[in-house]
């Protein structure tokens, strides 16, 4: 299994970045795929997760800045965040969650059971 992510970057306060995640290895379409992301000397952090047939939760911390989708066609996860903070900086991976097609209520936990990418990282500027 393979999970890669892509488009982190270094981006100003207020501005936008789309990130994507592909899979391969496993069938996408009967996974629930979740966001994470985590800052240096932090835990890991649920940021979104989103199930087999499209049904999304979001963590506090970015809800209503970001949005999360999949193209199950594609394999491919997105997350669309908007209205960046320096706060935002972080690493941000993605996980496929293994043994589930929707979100359990413990999706935010960064469990090693499931499936993750290197990352990619997103800075933002003040």
């Known amino acids: 299994v393979q999970v890669v992510e892509s488009g982190g970057g270094l981006v100003q306060a207020g501005g936008s970045l789309r990130l994507s995640c592909t899979t391969s290895g496993l069938s996408f379409a009967a996974y629930g795929m979740a966001w994470f992301r985590q800052a240096p000397g932090n835990d890991r952090d649920g940021v979104s997760c989103?199930?087999?047939?499209?049904?999304?939760y979001y963590a506090h911390s970015m809800e209503g800045r970001a949005t999360v989708s999949r193209d199950n066609d594609k394999n491919t996860l997105y997350l669309q965040m908007a209205s960046l903070k320096p706060e935002d900086t972080a690493m941000y991976y993605c996980?496929?969650?293994?043994?589930?097609?929707?979100?359990?209520?413990?999706?935010?936990?960064?469990?090693?059971?499931?499936?993750w990418g290197q990352g990619t990282q997103v800075t933002v500027s003040s």
């Open positions: 989103i199930s087999w047939s499209g049904v999304i």
């Open positions: 996980a496929a969650l293994r043994g589930y097609a929707g979100c359990p209520s413990s999706w935010s936990d960064a469990t090693d059971d499931n499936y």
